[in-house]
């Protein structure tokens, strides 16, 4: 380590769906934060620590900032997305070129005007480039003065421009973390995060919110990693849609599940899961407190 060695934390934050876990994933070149074309797929606080010869960025990706307030899952998730503003050394915020609204200007009011706000127009991809020039033009007149870095996630598309902003944007530190580390995050909040986007992308558009995952056993064997999980739903009806007819959801989504597992661990993967019911689990706060879902550590 150098005297010049910089390392921060970069806050990704913006309203669902604009791809900050696509971005801290091909980042870090592994998926730590699931992904679904779904909003709000991100419920937690989850570390992706980026680590070079003379930099270590430690990104912090968020749930999306929205104004529903109607469950206590709902409020958690914006206390988790707006609690690390105050303490991340740069804010990202990201948003999206195909679908810039009332929303994300609300975002630019409050946070934009920040000293350390960086602005990130993602998914340039899918549109002419002669259309990104207007949308930052207008952009820019909410948060005067902020930088404006136009990129592709996905595509991976001016990734490499955008880091070496962000490691010139970082304090001068020694790192925080070992440089082989990838993530805070263990194995078991891992395991049950790709069970949860599994059932996010192969289940209807509602029922993804009713849905958490907890992970009631691990146990790593010479040749094998066991793993058991429970599915929670809201409603009986839920129950019978996530196990499907003779099985063969819940068949699927384990299979699935247990392919990225066993890609992520480079073993063989024992993968049970079972669903269970717990009413209005998502509006109770001990039920969510029961679940990880904790202000006293929204990292977990």
Excluded at 204 to 220: A, C, G, R
Excluded at 252 to 260: Q, V
Aim: contains cysteine; proline residues 4%; aromatic residues 6%.
């Amino acid at each position: 380590m150098t005297e010049d060695f910089r390392c921060g934390h970069v806050a990704l934050v913006g309203k669902p769906n604009t791809g900050k876990s696509t971005l801290m994933n091909a980042f870090l070149g592994e998926k730590i934060s699931i992904t679904a074309h779904r909003p709000q797929t991100t419920r937690h606080q989850i570390l992706g620590i980026l680590s070079g010869a003379d930099y270590q960025c430690v990104f912090i990706d968020t749930p999306g900032l929205h104004d529903g307030r109607k469950k206590a899952i709902h409020r958690y998730m914006n206390r988790a997305a707006t609690s690390v503003l105050d303490d991340a050394d740069i804010v990202c915020i990201l948003l999206d070129v195909t679908d810039f609204d009332k929303d994300d200007v609300k975002i630019l009011t409050r946070i934009g005007t920040r000293d350390n706000a960086l602005l990130v127009l993602n998914k340039i991809d899918r549109v002419a480039r002669e259309a990104c020039l207007p949308l930052m033009q207008r952009i820019a007149g909410y948060a005067p003065g902020r930088d404006i870095v136009p990129i592709s996630a996905l595509r991976q598309e001016n990734l490499e421009s955008l880091l070496r902003i962000l490691v010139e944007r970082l304090p001068k530190a020694a790192p925080l973390y070992p440089d082989d580390q990838l993530t805070d995050k263990s194995m078991r909040f891992i395991a049950a995060e790709i069970v949860r986007e599994k059932l996010f992308r192969a289940l209807e558009h509602e029922l993804p919110y009713s849905i958490t995952v907890n992970v009631d056993h691990y146990v790593e064997e010479p040749d094998l990693t066991r793993i058991a999980a429970t599915i929670w739903v809201e409603r009986k009806s839920q129950k019978a849609i996530v196990i499907g007819k003779r099985g063969a959801g819940l068949k699927r989504i384990g299979s699935l599940a247990r392919a990225d597992l066993e890609g992520l661990l480079g073993r063989q993967v024992y993968l049970q899961l079972w669903v269970k019911l717990r009413e209005d689990w998502a509006d109770d706060e001990r039920s969510l407190a029961a679940f990880g879902y904790s202000d006293a550590d929204p990292r977990r």
